[in-house]
């Protein structure tokens, strides 16, 4: 079974420029979680998806941070423009989430780099 | 709100010896604790979760973690490391909502 994939593996923008992430999770999982990890720091929620519709988008940043799950699989994170603390590494994961099955398996990330 | 917190951010340990990660969390009502290791270059691998039941869980790579409420740990352990047990290891706690929230991370380094 292939796990959580995401595209490209790193990325290297100029301030101001547009960036966009993808994910596609594990097949057949209704959930998809969007995390970031910023310098080092915690890694922080984003925002949730149960198949197209967003749960839970309380840990977007701001508006310059868009994601969308158009038809239920994969996501795209698109960052518009982006800024120097937008660097971090970018985490997708997915989860079944019926009954016990809610741990949440993750993608490599994408390492953003804002110059 | 809940809250994790990893008060080490790096453990060393002797090739065989115990290897112990400590997590306390702070959660209203029940929690859902997970660990996760990551590997260099790789993604975040699941190890364990507890929902409820036995304090103590097993996971992956032989790894266990025991959960104590009124301690609100759920602290990692492995009896005997491997060297290839270095790594970053997150603990996490999920409560209201589908979100996990992260402890900062423990670096592991087992020396041979």
């Known amino acids: 079974e292939a796990g959580v994939t995401q595209f490209p593996s790193h990325s290297v923008i100029e301030k101001g420029q547009t960036v966009t992430l993808r994910c596609d999770p594990i097949s057949g999982h209704d959930n998809l979680y969007w995390y970031r990890r910023v310098m080092g720091k915690e890694i922080k929620f984003l925002l949730h998806?149960?198949?197209?519709?967003?749960?839970?988008e309380s840990g977007m940043p701001n508006n310059r941070f868009l994601a969308e799950r158009t038809g239920g699989t994969y996501s795209t994170l698109k960052v518009q423009p982006a800024e120097l603390e937008d660097s971090g590494v970018y985490f997708c994961a997915s989860s079944l989430n019926p009954g016990s099955a809610i741990e949440q398996f993750f993608g490599p990330g994408t390492r953003l780099t804002v110059l | 709100a809940q809250s994790v917190a990893q008060p080490e951010d790096q453990v060393n340990v002797a090739e065989g010896n115990p290897l112990t990660v400590k997590c306390t969390y702070s959660v209203s009502g029940n929690p859902y604790l997970f660990w996760y290791v990551q590997y260099p270059n790789r993604g975040l691998q699941f190890l364990l979760k507890y929902i409820t039941g036995d304090n103590l869980v097993k996971g992956s790579y032989g790894f266990e973690a025991e959960f104590n409420k009124s301690q609100t740990s759920f602290h990692l352990k492995k009896p005997s490391a491997l060297v290839s047990d270095s790594a970053l290891y997150f603990c996490?706690?999920?409560?209201?909502?589908?979100?996990?929230?992260f402890g900062g991370g423990t670096r592991v380094l087992v020396k041979p």
């Open positions: 996490a706690v999920k409560a209201a909502g589908n979100k996990l929230t």
């Open positions: 998806f149960v198949k197209e519709s967003k749960q839970d």
